[in-house]
């Protein structure tokens, strides 16, 4: 009796101190503690700059077997698009088109971020079947895609390092540039409602 | 009476019993089950429902599923019929929709977990259950998508023809009363820690919508709401879990949440940073548009609707701020030459649809209705022109583009002719 009330102050006692930072919930017995594993598995979130991304690697030539396989019969054997699927891959003056009355906001032409390309297979492609490829399959694939869009060679390996690495043309294409800048909202010069 | 036979008042209010009851019933009681299928008086007394005789209805591109491709996914857009809109709260079965190719998910709500993990000191998983045993709150917000009365992009041709009716021009926006937990004490309870800038808000749908959103966004106002207008949310709503970020565009609201990750810069999401961003004429995107300017609009009399003669009408509509409160709406009945300020009917609530009223005498002229409106940080709605002016275009602009032209706020003109039709009248 008297030891396992020693124990119980001593994991309250660990407990309180690794929740220093913070006051404790007020609100007592609501939810439950999520575990490492579950967060594991749960967490799909990518950040631009590559933080999320698993082990594993791919490049265009092994990226081009699987599109042929899982992703061809939507989005076109060059990924050019189909009748179901759209074009991943961007038209050569696509990225000019932007300043233009007709912009072609294609991924090669407009998407900042190559991470994003990434998230996007792994949390939501193929279609109906989202979350079966694994992350050299993601990796693969995304390469191929990129690849199409003569953003990278043919034979580039793209891993957790080098991927955040790729640069996108339209990279610099966003304002406010720093991220820092984007939560003050009212210092854009926003007058009756309406963003300059 | 016989406890063995049901009367008369037993046998009205129960409707199961009427299946069983047909044999043996009186000339009463079979006329009465005679004048409403049984089937139709079982969902009345369930849940109940409108009366046949009204025809309002969402419209979209779901109306032609004709010109769908097996397998294709359409993105649609379902609008709120604003014509026929009453008081300032949107019925949930008339809550606009954005579908970006997705049906939405059918979930278990006894299933269901909200996972919120990242920079908090005790990453949790809570119910729905959970949920409903924290404090909450219920709060009028108005939801509207930044391309509601976009000039371009898919609507774009409905919205600008005369032809066009208010939920054609204003549909992608709706009102509800919204119930649920604050975000801010969920955060509390997990505890921020250092560094905690953004969130990012997941959904459970097969693309697993992911929207960033500033903490002090989160903080300030945000909800996570199970019920909406009385009921639980509705499933193109999210079921069960919705966050409500008010006056923020319709994006930020993610539906079907499930995951809250709290991290220290914005995630780049697919719907967010390819699809959202506001080009401008330079070849530059503005990203993170968040807060809706204050917007007006005139609902009846508006576009469609016919004045069958001279006389007394009410002038009715709705506006609305992501900056706050509505403070003032004024009405114009001659083209913008003069203007008179309309009523404000209760509730006035912040983030909110408020409608407004003003007597009119048509004295059977041409002439042209426009409403504008002000919150209260003293921000005006502005008109096209002046819009144009602001993004250093011109009217012309908004004739040509195939943009979605996002967060347009311009006053809305209404022409009533002397025939009594009334025309879209935005160029």
């Known amino acids: ?196 | 009476m016989d406890p063995k036979k049901p009367g008369r008042r037993q046998f009205l209010r129960n409707s199961a019993a009427l299946a069983g009851l047909a044999v043996g019933a009186t000339t009463v009681e079979k006329s009465i089950a005679a004048e409403v299928p049984e089937e139709r008086v079982d969902a009345l007394h369930k849940h109940g429902e409108r009366s046949h005789f009204v025809d309002s209805i969402r419209r979209g591109s779901i109306n032609n599923p004709e010109r769908r491709l097996p397998g294709e996914p359409v993105a649609f857009g379902l609008t709120t019929p604003l014509q026929d809109s009453a008081g300032m709260v949107t019925p949930a079965s008339l809550h606009y929709v954005i579908s970006h190719g997705y049906e939405p998910p059918d979930i278990n709500p006894r299933e269901h977990r909200l996972l919120i993990h990242g920079l908090v000191d005790r990453p949790m998983t809570l119910s729905l259950g959970d949920l409903m045993r924290l404090p909450s709150v219920s709060r009028f917000h108005f939801i509207e998508c930044h391309g509601n009365s976009s000039t371009g992009g898919p609507g774009g041709a409905l919205r600008v023809s005369p032809e066009g009716t208010v939920q054609d021009t204003h549909g992608y926006t709706s009102c509800s009363q919204w119930t649920g937990v604050t975000l801010s004490l969920l955060l509390e309870q997990a505890g921020l820690q250092k560094g905690a800038t953004w969130i990012v808000a997941e959904g459970a749908d097969d693309y697993k919508h992911a929207k960033s959103i500033p903490i002090g966004k989160a903080l300030d106002d945000a909800l996570v709401a199970y019920a909406q207008n009385g009921e639980p949310v509705r499933p193109e709503q999210g079921f069960p879990l919705r966050l409500v970020v008010p006056g923020w565009q319709g994006i930020n609201n993610v539906k079907w949440l499930q995951r809250i990750n709290v991290v220290d810069e914005p995630y780049m999401g697919m719907m967010e940073i390819t699809r959202y961003p506001r080009l401008l004429p330079d070849g530059k995107s503005r990203w993170f548009e968040f807060e809706l300017g204050p917007k007006s609009v005139i609902t009846r009399p508006s576009g469609g609707h016919r004045l069958p003669a001279p006389g007394f009408y009410e002038i009715t509509g709705l506006a609305w701020s992501g900056g706050g409160t509505i403070r003032r709406v004024e009405v114009s009945s001659d083209g913008g030459q003069s203007w008179k300020d309309a009523q404000l009917q209760d509730p006035i609530a912040r983030k909110s649809h408020t409608r407004f009223t003003i007597p009119w005498n048509w004295d059977g002229e041409e002439t042209t209705l426009l409403s504008r409106c002000t919150d209260d940080n003293g921000v005006i709605q502005p008109s096209l022109a002046e819009v144009a002016k602001i993004w250093g275009t011109d009217i012309d602009f908004f004739k040509k583009t195939t943009l979605i032209t996002s967060d347009l706020n311009a006053i809305q003109p209404w022409r009533v002719n002397r025939d009594g039709s009334v025309k879209n009248a935005i160029f």
């Not at chain 1, 990279?171 to 007058?191: L, M, Q, S, Y």
Request: with cysteine; aromatic share 6%.
């Open chain 1, 1 to 196: 009796m008297r030891f396992s009330k020693l124990l119980a102050a001593g994991v309250a006692l660990i407990a309180s101190a690794a929740a220093a930072q913070t006051p404790m919930p007020a609100y007592k017995g609501i939810g439950a503690p999520a575990t490492k594993q579950q967060i594991q598995s749960e967490d799909i979130s990518v950040s631009p700059e590559g933080k999320g991304l698993p082990p594993g690697s791919g490049s265009a030539k092994e990226g081009a077997a699987i599109f042929a396989e899982k992703c061809m019969v939507c989005h076109g054997p060059n990924a050019e698009g189909g009748k179901i699927g759209p074009a991943l891959v961007s038209s050569k003056d696509a990225h000019e088109s932007l300043t233009t009355m007709k912009p072609e906001r294609s991924l090669g032409a407009y998407w900042p971020y190559a991470t994003m390309v990434w998230d996007y297979i792994h949390r939501a492609m193929p279609r109906d079947k989202a979350g079966t490829l694994a992350p050299n399959e993601v990796y693969a694939v995304t390469a191929f895609i990129l690849y199409k869009n003569r953003i990278i060679q043919e034979t580039d390996v793209l891993d957790a390092k080098t991927l955040p690495k790729v640069q996108m043309p339209n990279r610099n294409g966003f304002v406010p540039a720093r991220f820092a800048d984007i939560p003050d909202e009212h210092k854009r010069g926003c007058t009756q409602g309406v963003c300059p």
